[in-house]
């Protein structure tokens, strides 16, 4: 199965590293330098173009920043360039009405389109465990699954063209608000004189116990592998966050749910954004909720 693989960055460079282990054919194209020599390094071919990459591909992949690449990779690179029975997926993180407008351009020239908006971080990717929530008609799933299995723990269908977006941004819903409380329960807990590593270990098997708190703990300390004992460098940055949330807030707004929650931790992930912090894993905001932006310096 030859593979053009387009977008090479944090994430990218995990997901070909992936696909090239499991003895995948991949052509990887980016517009960085830098980006193609890595994926050469990870046992890839590389393209001087998108169009060229996915020239003779059987299976077409993006991972872009934002719709507006997306949106002009597949339009002037993807849909043009891929053969007729190229299978076309779009596993970057972006709104429902541009992933459903490219896919219909998409089947309108005779090829066959998902999104596959993935959970896991740069870590699922290096390590080929991501979660993969896929919008695709049912009778091609698992032509969609095999295509992305090597790089996965997890496949899982959420509904037709779009709904791999619609799970993406609800499921980062949860994630924001979870987190946010949180950081709130250890801000206020440090408040009340309660030593953090005691409740830690009360909240873990309690009630409060999410994956913000034993997976991300914000406080650093009580979980060795979060982001909070590396200065809250690596992991999953505010900057990503505030723009799920932003997506998030775009869908409830256009359809009328109610998200006040969601609403809130944009306005503060936004916040946090705008004060410089974009670049911090997102449980860095236990910092400004302690009025301790300082110690981040
Ligand atoms: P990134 O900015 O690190 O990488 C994007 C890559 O796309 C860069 O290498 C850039 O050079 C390349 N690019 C931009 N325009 C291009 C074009 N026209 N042609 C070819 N290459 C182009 O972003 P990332 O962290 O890898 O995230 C990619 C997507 O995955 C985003 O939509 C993000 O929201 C989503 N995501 C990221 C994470 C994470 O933890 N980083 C987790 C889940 C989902």
Same mark, same amino acid.
């Given at each position: 199965m030859r593979?053009?693989?387009i977008g090479l960055g944090n994430m990218g460079s995990g997901m070909v590293a992936s696909l090239a282990r499991a003895g995948r054919e991949v052509v990887a194209?980016?517009?960085?330098a830098e980006a193609l020599e890595g994926a050469r390094s990870a046992g890839c071919e590389t393209a001087t173009s998108a169009a060229a990459a996915v020239a003779g591909a059987d299976v077409v992949i993006t991972m872009l920043p934002a719709a507006r690449h997306v949106s002009q990779v597949w339009r002037e690179a993807v849909i043009p360039n891929s053969g007729p029975d190229a299978l076309l997926i779009d596993c970057s993180t972006i709104d429902v009405d541009t992933t459903r407008a490219l896919g219909e351009a998409a089947q309108s020239a005779g090829r066959l389109a998902a999104d596959a908006p993935v959970s896991g971080g740069i870590a699922g990717a290096r390590d080929g465990t991501l979660a993969f929530m896929v919008g695709c008609g049912e009778e091609h799933f698992a032509r969609v699954?095999?295509? /992305?299995?090597p790089m996965a723990r997890a496949v899982i269908r959420a509904g037709d063209l779009g709904?791999?977006?619609? *799970?993406?941004?609800?499921?980062n819903m949860i994630l924001a608000v979870s987190m946010l409380g949180v950081c709130e329960a250890f801000a206020l807990a440090e408040k009340l004189s309660l030593d953090p590593e005691r409740f830690f270990e009360i909240a873990s098997k309690s009630s409060g116990q999410c994956w913000s708190l034993t997976n991300y703990c914000p406080w650093p300390g009580p979980v060795p592998s979060a982001p909070s004992n590396r200065d809250y460098h690596g992991g999953f940055l505010t900057s990503l966050m505030a723009k799920d949330l932003r997506l998030s807030q775009e869908a409830a707004s256009r359809t009328g749910a109610s998200t006040p929650l969601g609403a809130q931790a944009l306005a503060l992930y936004a916040l946090f954004e705008? /004060?410089?912090?974009?670049?911090?894993d997102f449980s860095a905001v236990l910092q400004l909720l302690r009025g301790r932006? *300082?110690?981040?310096?």
């Open positions: 593979t053009a693989f194209f980016d517009i960085s699954e095999a295509a /992305l299995s709904a791999g977006q619609a *799970a993406k941004i609800c499921n705008g /004060l410089g912090y974009g670049q911090r932006l *300082a110690d981040l310096a």
